[in-house]
């Protein structure tokens, strides 16, 4: 039997709009997988009066930090001058070898400066990438890079997104050959702005890569494994997809809710639609990757319960487990 | 003698100040040091961005601290850096306040 790797995961414990409640509450679960041990960091006095039966759990440890870094907070100058926040303490833990990955549901261009400033970046790769799980029915998520780190990038950019997120799709769900394509507004070659034309030609040095895909082809088995895009546009098209289903589900809801015949219907429907709902719930899918910075970095959703950060410290673990760090550096050597 | 006032080494002149900057910057930017003279504009001609300027910041405080305590950039002040001539003009003269 091959024996599992404990892992450490520092914990950011004073970020997001529920914290510290819910992260410490997720902390506390998690550390019921025993290969796995959190590093809880924040105010010590608040992480402790949050812990369920007022004690830390076996695996669990707290690391005081005084200062938290607000969700509106500009990242540059909060970083530089809250050096004992929970964001920057948390990932020196990593640098300094007390954790193996970070989570944090804080502000993320504050997460994303302490990473570069702390941690560094891989060479080659000025400025890291968000990588956002996209659920599709049925199978792994689709990976969407760049989510809105870097909205203006250079077309070389896109190539080292899409083979360290390639990389990263193959460690997480191995996928052996993961299909890249690159967001643009047509399929033919030659479609898209400047941006899309100048990165269509180094992204066809990428293994993997297919060509343009659509909008439409989010969530489909059938299309890519990666989608590829710059900040501004990823972000957009993350934005739009969130809207769309939380309309369409609003819709399908209400249209259960609008007759006795349709509720009647809805109790043999909806446990199912609520299973499928379920995959849908940004509180499951483990949280965004930042990718390029030498560490493993998890950033989960603002409003991140218990139950998110259970499963973003699950995935970060699991990361540090397959050395998906190294792994990315080396396909953006590759990359040339 | 004050800490704060207390000068370990001889504060460094113009020409060591840029040579400093040019080392961090290129190692940050992974240019060559050749592209880095006096007039580059940070933005335009060296395509560094907020972040890599506050990479250089960090280091720079870090190794001059050592040298003169108290040494440390304002953020208000970097954003109005725009060259590395600037740039270097404001450290030296920092060096000088931190030394005074």
């Known amino acids: 039997m091959t024996e599992t790797k404990r892992v450490v995961v520092a914990v950011d414990a004073m970020g997001g709009d529920r914290a510290p409640g819910e992260i410490v509450a997720g902390a506390a679960q998690a550390v019921a997988d025993p290969d796995v041990g959190v590093l809880l960091v924040g105010r010590q006095a608040e992480i402790e009066s949050a812990l369920p039966d007022g004690a830390a759990p076996d695996g669990l440890e707290v690391l005081d930090a005084t200062d938290v870094i607000a969700m509106d907070d500009e990242p540059l100058s909060a970083v530089r001058k809250q050096k004992d926040s929970s964001i920057v303490r948390a990932v020196e833990a990593v640098k300094e070898g007390r954790a193996d990955a970070i989570v944090s549901a804080g502000n993320t261009g504050a997460v994303t400066t302490a990473a570069v400033l702390r941690l560094g970046r891989f060479k080659g790769v000025p400025t890291p990438a968000i990588a956002v799980p996209i659920p599709v029915a049925g199978q792994h998520p689709q990976v969407l890079v760049d989510a809105g780190a870097v909205v203006d990038p250079a077309p070389e950019r896109l190539a080292q997104y899409a083979a360290m997120a390639s990389e990263y799709a193959r460690a997480r769900w191995d996928i052996p050959a993961p299909r890249i394509g690159l967001l643009s507004n047509g399929e033919e070659a030659g479609k898209g702005d400047e941006l899309r034309k100048a990165a269509f030609p180094l992204l066809e040095r990428i293994p993997g890569f ?47 809710d609008g007759s006795p015949e349709a509720r009647e219907a809805s109790t043999v429907i909806m446990p199912e639609l609520l299973r499928l709902a379920e995959s849908y719930d940004p509180d499951v899918t483990g949280g965004a990757a930042l990718l390029g910075v030498k560490g493993m970095t998890v950033i989960s959703h603002g409003a991140s319960s218990a139950r998110a950060i259970v499963n ?7 990361c540090a487990r397959c050395d998906v760090i190294e792994r990315m550096r080396k396909a953006v050597i590759d990359a040339g | 003698m004050p800490a704060e006032t207390h000068v370990e080494q001889t504060p460094m002149g113009p020409d060591e100040v840029l040579a400093l900057i040019k080392e961090h910057l290129a190692e940050i930017l992974e240019i060559d040091e050749s592209r880095i003279t006096r007039d580059a504009r940070f933005a335009e001609d060296l395509d560094a961005d907020s972040l890599a300027l506050i990479e250089l910041v960090e280091i720079l405080e870090a190794e001059l601290g050592e040298r ?3 040494f440390s950039v304002d953020d208000e002040d970097l954003a109005e850096l725009r060259t590395v001539g600037e740039a270097t003009d404001y450290v030296v003269a920092r060096l000088g306040v931190s030394a005074a």
Not at chain 1, 312 to 318: F, L, P, Q
Request: proline share 0%; aromatic share 6%; glycine share 12%.
């Open chain 2, 68 to 70: 003169t305590v108290g």
């Open chain 1, 210 to 256: 297919v060509g343009n895909v659509e909008g439409r082809d989010f969530m489909h088995a059938d299309t890519v494994d990666v989608v590829v895009t710059d900040g501004f546009t990823g972000n957009v098209a993350l934005k739009s997809l969130e809207g769309a289903l939380r309309a369409l589900s609003g819709l399908v809801f209400s249209v259960l």
């Open chain 1, 312 to 318: 973003a410290v699950a995935v970060a673990a699991d």
